[in-house]
């Protein structure tokens, strides 16, 4: 595999992540969409509405509450697949940065800062730690 193919593979994560914080947010907007809407009790017929906007809305946030379950598990396969992979690293160092790059979401300053690395060190651990990577 290739170095951008690893960083790909990688990069799976994160973008699990990514679309899994859309969710929850798209979800959450559905939640505060159906608190606001109410059913129509009136005889008189009013309104352009069917009377199936609080069905509707209930069975939108169903549907996201499903979407986000599956997406949490993906994250959490995903989580685990690549960190046995990291794993396989023999220096811990390399396993850390990349770790916590690709699983936790630090920047490459975070990380030299939480390692006391040069910015540039980060940079030549990263390289051989993807070079060294077992994919």
């Known amino acids: 595999m290739t170095y951008e193919e690893k960083k ?27 608190r606001h809407t109410t059913q129509n009790f ?3 017929p ?33 989580y685990e697949e690549i960190d046995e992979a990291l794993q396989q690293l023999e220096d811990f ?5 990349l770790k916590d790059y690709y699983l936790e979401g630090k920047t490459w300053e ?8 040069s910015l540039s060190m980060i940079y030549v651990l990263r390289r051989k730690a993807m070079a060294q990577l077992p994919l």
């Open 8 to 34: 790909a593979w990688l990069w799976r994560y994160r973008d699990a992540q990514k679309l899994l914080e859309q969710l929850c947010n798209r979800l959450e907007e559905a939640r505060t969409a159906a």
């Open 42 to 44: 009136s005889l008189t």
């Open 46 to 78: 009013s309104g352009n509405g069917d009377g199936q906007s609080l069905a509707r809305a209930v069975e939108r946030t169903d549907d996201l509450e499903h979407q986000v379950t599956f997406q949490l598990a993906e994250c959490d396969a995903l």
């Open 93 to 97: 160092w390399k396993y850390h940065i």
């Open 110 to 117: 975070q990380i030299a800062h939480d390692t006391n690395y």
